[in-house]
């Protein structure tokens, strides 16, 4: 399910101006990286006292967190494409790749220098590259009993919870909404939405807005759920979300969470019955197998281009 919440702000851009946007995975970095500031500014990090948990401190500082952190993450990436995008709109699409993977770095970069900043959540910046102890804010306790033999705690349960709304709310909103139908309008031909009044800088900029948000929530929740951070994970996590995408067909939301589930089932059961040495090439093999088969990925639908 973080798989697959990652994955939807990939589908989101892509489905729009089909740029794959590999510093989405580094936008969802920072993300994390402003949330532990934020709980450090707040004093629940680097360790909140167990009283902190539940009371109205706690409340505040998630509420900060959930409209702050993507805030930022999708103003940021308004400014990506503003400065680094926008301008090549109408140049081959390698060209944007191509600034997609520098903006990337950019990003990277600043997560390393900002795990140095000398503050308590970050060990007073004593090592840059070290990963961060995102505080425990949400309980490991089996919701099934200690005794049970499968383990569903609160950590799991937000997941899903914020998840799979999440995915009904962006459907409702690309499917019934006018600003859905400018998204799938732009989509489908920006000349001639052009042509009908469609703003179409203003659509994809919103878009970017969108995604990013998405980035920041799902960064959120990676942090609440694994309690670590480090200025790296954005590619590591990038990498599966992304293939979760092409996997499920990307373009399509609904894909996107399914690519997100498989994704995960494939890389735990890769995990439990081969070996962890093998489990990324266990996931591109059958990546490479569906794209062989089926191109469009399991839920997306091949389209003719006229040239």
Known sequence: MIIALIALGYTMV???VELINFAHGDLFMLGGFCALTLLGALGLAPLPSADQIGSATWWFSCAVLFTVVPLFCGGLNWLIDR????PLRSAPRL???VSALGVSFILLNLGLFWGGVPIEAFDMGASAAAPKDFPQLVS?????????FI???PKDLLVICVTLPLLVVLVLLVTRTQFGRAMRAVAQNPTAARLVGIDVDRIISLTFILGGALAGVASIIYAFYNNTIFFQMGYRVGIDAFTAAVLGGIGNLVGSV???ILIGLIRAFSDQYISTEWTNTVVFMILIAVLVFRPAGLLGRSAKEKV
């Not at 400065?83 to 926008?86: I, P, T």
């Not at 490991?140 to 049970?148: A, I, K, Q, V």
Request: charged share 10%; proline share 4%; no cysteine.
């Open 258 to 260: 399914v690519g997100g």
């Open 151 to 153: 383990l569903f705690s």
């Open 140 to 148: 490991n306790t089996n919701l099934l009993g200690e005794s049970s």
């Open 83 to 86: 400065l680094a995008y926008r």
């Open 95 to 97: 060209v944007p790749l």
């Open 14 to 16: 892509y489905g729009l």
